[in-house]
Nanobody, 125 residues
Framework: QLQASGGGLVQAGGSLRLSCAAS????????MAWFRQAPGKEREFVAR????????YYADSVKGRFTISRENAKLTLYLQMSSLTPEDTAVYYC????????????????????WGQGTQVTVSS
């Protein structure tokens, strides 16, 4: 089970940190990721991270502004978001998979078995 939190309302240029706490059968989780879904749009990949935290991948739209990280001891995934723009407004979802992902894989929703409930991020102009 994944529980996302940390969303809210922020002005453009501001920052937020999202958290995703994992519980239950977490021993086999390997890659974790953040996706987002804006109103009227499909859910899209934002960032992902492997078990060790040494490999991270980002969508071009957030590269340089967002940082994904994880604390395995706390079973928690994070997304530090900075320089936010109104285009970042969306519901943000955390996801996890027990599968191994190469650098070219695990960018689609269907690659992840476990999902959090979503947390709303609204950026005002």
């Amino acid at each position: 089970q994944l529980q996302a939190s940390g969303g809210g309302l922020v002005q453009a240029g501001g920052s937020l940190r999202l958290s995703c706490a994992a519980s239950g059968r977490t021993v086999n989780i390997y890659h974790m990721a953040w996706f987002r879904q804006a109103p009227g749009k499909e859910r899209e990949f934002v960032a992902r991270i492997n078990w060790s935290g040494r490999s991270t991948y980002y969508a071009d739209s957030v590269k340089g502004r967002f940082t994904i990280s994880r604390e395995n001891a706390k079973l928690t995934l994070y997304l530090q978001m900075s320089s936010l723009t109104p285009e970042d407004t969306a519901v943000y979802y955390c996801a996890a998979t027990t599968s191994f992902c190469s650098a070219y894989e695990c960018y689609a929703q269907g690659d992840y078995e476990y999902w959090g409930q979503g947390t709303q991020v609204t950026v005002s102009s």
